[in-house]
C-alpha cells in the first residue's frame, strides 16, 4: 500500500489536479465567449447583407484555417508586438479558445438555424411577429435543441484544444504532468496519469451526448 | 362592400423565370374566392405575394387600401390583418397547441397570457380541438394541425384569410374535417382566398373562381358559369382532367 501511494502515478496527481482546474476553466470561460462569438457569426453568415456575410466569413476562414497553435502564439507574442502591451498567459488562453471554438460554433449554428424548416419563418411572419421576433420564438429555441450535440463534440475539442497552451507555459494539464516528469524524469507515469485525466472528462462527456441527442432524435 | 385585396398588373419573377405575368384581381369584403389551376401556373405565388411573404417584382397590391409595395407600409401590422394557412400547416413543434395560437396575441398584441388563453379557446372550439389545447403539434393528425393553423390565424382576428392548399397534404378521410372549419368562416363573412385542387368546395363555396395557367388569370367567374360554361379551351381541359 504504502508502495502505492509513494509512487509517481500518485504523487503526480496533486499537481495533475491544479493543471486540470485551469484546462477546465480555459476551455468552459473560453466556450461562454465562444459562443457569443459563434452565435454573431454563424448569425453573419445567414445575413443577407454582403458586409455582414463577409465578415462574418473571413472570421470563420481565417480561424478555422489555421492552426490553434499558430493562434495562441500569434494572441500572446505577436500582438503584444503590435498593440505594445502584454497579455497575460491566461488571458491569451482564454481568448485563443474563445476565437478558435467561436469560429467552429459559427459553423454550427449557421447549420442548426438553416436546417429549421422555411415555413416555420414564414408561418411566425404571416402571423405579423417581426423578423427578430420570429428568429427569437420560432426559430432559434428549435435550433438551440440540434446545437446541443456538436457544441458538446466542440467541448472535447476544446478541451484537448487547450493542451496545446503549454508552449507558452500556461499552468493547464498537459503542462503540469510535463513540470513534474521534467524534475523527477518518471514520464511514463505521468503522461499515463495525464491521459487518464483527459479521459476522465471526455469520455462521460461522450457518454452523456450520444444520450442527448437519442432523446432529441425522437 | 369594399375592396378587400386589390392587385394591379403584378408580376413576379424568381431569376429569369417570370412566375406571374401581369395579373389583375380585386377581392371584395365578406367574398370567398377560389383559385384553381395546374401546378406551376402560378397560383400559389399569386396567393404568397397577398402578404408579402414573396417580393412582388412590379405591380401594385392592396389590401384595405394599404399599398403593400410602397415605401411606408408596416408589413408586420398589414400580416395581423391577413390570416395565412399553408399546405404543410407549419405548426410550431416546440410549442402545444395552446401556445402556438397565443403567440401572436401576446407578442405582437402584447394581450396577457391570461387574455390570450382565454380568448384561444373559443377558437379552439371552433375549430373543435378545445380538448387538445395543451398537446404538443406532433401527437395529431394532418387534419387537426390544419386546423390548429387555421386557429392560429383566426386569434389575431384577421379581416382576410389566405388558403394555400390547405388541404393538399392530407389523408382524404380528414379533408372533411378541415373544409368545415373553411365552410363555417365562409359562412360567417370571412374575406377568403382559397388556392384549391377540391373543386368540390370551389363549387359550394366559392363566390367567384379563378382559373390560372402560365402565371396569367385565364378566365373567372361564379362557379356555375366556370364550372359549367367554361369559356377558354385551356380552362375546359383542366377541368376534364380534374373533375
Known amino acids: ?218 | 362592400m369594399s375592396e378587400m385585396i386589390t392587385v394591379n398588373n403584378l408580376h413576379k419573377s424568381f431569376g429569369k423565370n417570370e412566375v406571374l405575368k401581369g395579373i389583375d384581381m380585386k377581392v371584395k369584403e365578406q367574398e370567398v374566392v377560389c383559385v384553381i389551376g395546374p401546378s406551376g401556373s402560378g397560383k400559389s405565388t399569386l396567393l404568397r405575394c397577398l402578404n408579402l411573404l414573396e417580393e412582388v417584382t412590379s405591380g401594385d397590391v392592396f389590401i384595405e387600401g394599404d399599398n403593400l409595395t410602397g415605401k411606408n407600409v408596416n408589413i408586420n401590422e398589414v400580416r395581423t390583418r391577413v390570416g395565412m394557412v399553408f399546405q404543410h400547416f407549419n405548426l410550431f413543434p416546440h410549442m402545444t397547441v395552446m401556445e402556438n395560437i397565443t403567440i401572436g396575441p401576446m407578442k405582437i398584441k402584447k394581450v396577457s397570457k391570461e387574455q390570450a388563453r382565454k380568448e384561444a379557446i373559443p377558437i379552439l372550439r371552433k375549430v373543435g380541438l378545445e380538448e387538445k389545447a395543451d398537446v404538443y403539434p406532433e401527437s395529431l393528425s394532418g387534419g387537426q394541425k390544419q386546423r390548429v393553423a387555421i386557429a392560429r390565424s383566426l386569434a389575431m382576428n384577421p379581416k382576410i384569410m389566405l388558403f394555400d392548399e390547405p388541404t393538399s397534404a392530407l389523408d382524404p378521410e380528414l379533408v372533411g374535417d378541415v373544409l368545415e372549419v373553411m365552410k363555417d368562416l365562409g359562412k360567417e363573412g370571412m374575406t377568403m382566398v382559397v388556392v384549391t385542387h377540391e373543386m368540390g368546395f370551389a363549387r359550394e363555396m366559392g363566390d367567384r373562381v379563378i382559373f390560372m395557367d402560365e402565371g396569367v388569370i385565364m378566365e373567372e367567374d361564379i362557379p356555375e358559369n366556370l364550372f359549367g360554361n367554361p369559356q377558354h379551351e385551356r380552362t375546359r381541359e383542366f377541368l376534364s382532367k380534374v373533375l
Open chain 1, 1 to 218: 500500500m504504502e508502495a502505492i501511494m509513494e509512487s509517481h502515478y500518485i504523487r503526480v496527481l496533486p499537481f495533475l489536479f491544479e493543471g486540470l482546474v485551469w484546462t477546465l476553466i480555459i476551455t468552459g470561460v473560453g466556450l461562454f465567449f465562444g459562443f457569443i462569438l459563434g452565435a454573431i457569426f454563424g448569425m453573419g453568415r445567414l445575413s443577407k447583407n454582403k458586409l455582414v456575410y463577409g465578415i462574418s466569413s473571413i472570421y470563420v476562414e481565417a480561424l478555422r484555417g489555421t492552426p490553434i497553435l499558430a493562434q495562441i502564439l500569434f494572441i500572446y507574442f505577436g500582438l503584444p508586438d503590435l498593440l505594445g502591451f502584454n497579455i497575460d498567459k491566461i488571458s491569451a488562453s482564454i481568448i485563443a479558445i474563445s476565437l478558435n471554438a467561436g469560429a467552429y460554433i459559427a459553423e454550427i449554428v449557421r447549420g442548426a438555424v438553416y436546417s429549421i424548416d422555411k415555413g416555420q419563418s414564414e408561418a411566425g411572419r404571416s402571423i405579423g411577429l417581426t423578423r427578430s421576433q420570429t428568429m427569437r420564438y420560432i426559430i432559434w429555441p428549435q435550433a438551440f435543441k440540434r446545437m446541443i450535440p456538436p457544441l458538446g463534440n466542440q467541448f472535447v475539442i476544446s478541451l484537448k484544444d487547450t493542451s496545446l497552451f503549454s508552449v507558452i507555459a500556461v499552468g493547464e494539464l498537459l503542462y503540469m504532468g510535463q513540470q513534474y516528469y521534467g524534475t523527477t524524469f518518471a514520464a511514463f507515469e505521468a503522461l499515463t496519469m495525464v491521459c487518464l485525466l483527459y479521459l476522465a472528462i471526455t469520455v462521460p462527456t461522450a457518454l452523456y451526448l450520444r444520450k442527448v441527442e437519442r432523446r432529441l432524435d425522437v
